[in-house]
């Protein structure tokens, strides 16, 4: 019982909650970082010597090879948000969209052959904000299209989708944000904001996706890579996609998801073929792939 209650402790203490009096890093945004406890610079620190050490050089390769590090984190949502937009730093706790970006950042600094936490947030800036550069809540990118369109012309990022066997394009309206403003709490009372966010989606955006139908042709298997960043895209009004994870391609050449499982509650390998976990959904119609460049 004592070593259980001491354990209780040492748990607490290594994830108080770290003061702004002591965050800075190379990021633009040096005086306006939000950590979620104070040892996060050192797992990060430690999660890049491992990487380091690991002699990869392939970022997808690094990608997966970090994914596989984060298994077993924590599930947890909105992390990102507060009264004010802060470039935040919670390697301890990940939804679907700031696991990738967290895998993009420490396979970014080690392709770099770097192994700061510093260098490691000027990634999670440049990765999550528009032009790479943090202001308000609306320079964050919030929509995985522009994620992608804006990334890409960064070079931090390529979509391989148009390239797949049967790859197939629809064009939506991309705006789910403005019409529903209630479920905002940065957009609940302001609109200006509002109308920033506005100033940003994307209409009769066409894009390239692959049907989930296609994800158990063997054309399709032998083109998906171990480390490739998926989304997957859904029929719901105003939204281009509903979640985001890795492939894991097995022995045999069969893709699976890795992701921050909301209902896994976890970083997690699903234990269904990407084909078989997309089949279950009733949303979700199909993925785009993209990699790092």
């Given amino acids: 019982m004592k070593k259980m209650i001491l354990l209780m402790v040492l748990l607490l203490v290594a994830c108080a909650p770290k ?22 610079t050192t797992v990060i620190n430690d ?4 990487g380091y050490e690991s002699g990869l050089k392939d970022a997808n390769a690094l990608v997966e090879f970090y994914a596989r590090q984060l298994l077993g984190t924590p599930y947890v949502a909105h992390t990102l948000e507060g009264d ?10 990940l939804d679907c969209l700031t ?3 967290s895998l993009y950042a420490l396979t970014r600094t080690t392709l ?6 510093r260098d490691y947030a000027a990634h999670i800036e440049n990765v999550r904000y528009r032009g790479g550069e943090m202001s308000d809540y609306s320079s964050r990118i919030h929509y995985m299209s522009e994620w992608i369109i ?3 012309m960064r070079g931090n990022l390529v979509e391989v989708t148009p390239d797949l066997p049967h790859a197939d394009y629809l064009v939506k309206n991309i705006d789910y944000m403005t019409h529903h403003v209630d479920s905002y709490r940065q957009l609940k009372n302001d609109t200006a904001m509002v109308e920033r966010i506005r100033s940003h989606e994307l209409r009769n955006h066409r894009f390239p996706y692959l049907k989930r139908s296609w994800l158990n042709d063997k054309a399709v298997k032998a083109a998906l890579r171990s480390g490739d960043f998926v989304s997957l895209v859904t029929k719901i009004e105003g939204l281009d996609v509903s979640h985001n994870g890795i492939i894991i391609v097995d022995e ?21 073929p990407l084909f078989k976990f997309l089949e279950r959904s009733k949303t979700n119609i199909g993925v785009r792939v993209f990699r790092m460049m």
């Fill in 19 to 40: 003061q702004a009096s002591q965050q800075a890093a190379n990021a633009a945004t040096t005086t306006r970082m939000r950590f979620h406890c104070e040892s996060d």
């Fill in 47 to 50: 999660l890049l010597k491992k």
């Fill in 84 to 93: 004010e937009e802060m470039l935040t730093i919670n390697i301890h706790e």
């Fill in 99 to 101: 696991f990738i970006e």
């Fill in 112 to 117: 770099a052959k770097r192994i700061s936490w």
């Fill in 150 to 152: 804006d990334n890409h």
């Fill in 252 to 272: 045999n050449g069969e893709p699976y998801l890795l992701d921050a499982s909301m209902s896994g509650g976890k970083v997690m390998l699903e234990s269904k």
